[in-house]
């Protein structure tokens, strides 16, 4: 896989407290990526980024919300999460990663 593209497959960590559940309770962490990335996208760029080992992905569409803004109705756009499993004794510190 080409090392340019797998920069740009992760956009952001998810942090919320489900996020922060799973990652105590099943060593996952949660990130946002592009639409079109792929399972073996987000391993590769996980492990290239954290140099960490991972075991598997669970990656799932999330829709985006109806809002109001004023008299008007919009749409959030969608956006896909994905789930990284960790291998047992490895860690992700996002708070280092800023």
């Not at 992760?10 to 990526?33: G, Y």
């Not at 999460?81 to 992700?92: F, N």
Request: net charge positive; charged share 30%.
């Amino acid at each position: 896989m080409n090392q340019e593209r797998l920069m740009q497959v992760i956009l952001a960590p998810v942090v919320s407290e489900k996020s922060t559940l799973v990652a105590d309770k099943h060593q996952q962490v949660v990130f946002k990526v592009t639409s079109d990335a792929t399972k073996p996208e987000v391993k590769a760029a996980v492990e290239l980024l954290f140099n960490v080992k991972v075991d598997g992905v669970q990656m799932l569409n999330v829709k985006g919300k109806v809002k109001r803004f004023g008299r008007n109705i919009g749409r959030r756009g969608d956006w896909k999460k994905a789930y990284v499993c960790l291998a047992a004794g490895q860690e992700i510190d996002l708070t280092a990663a800023e």
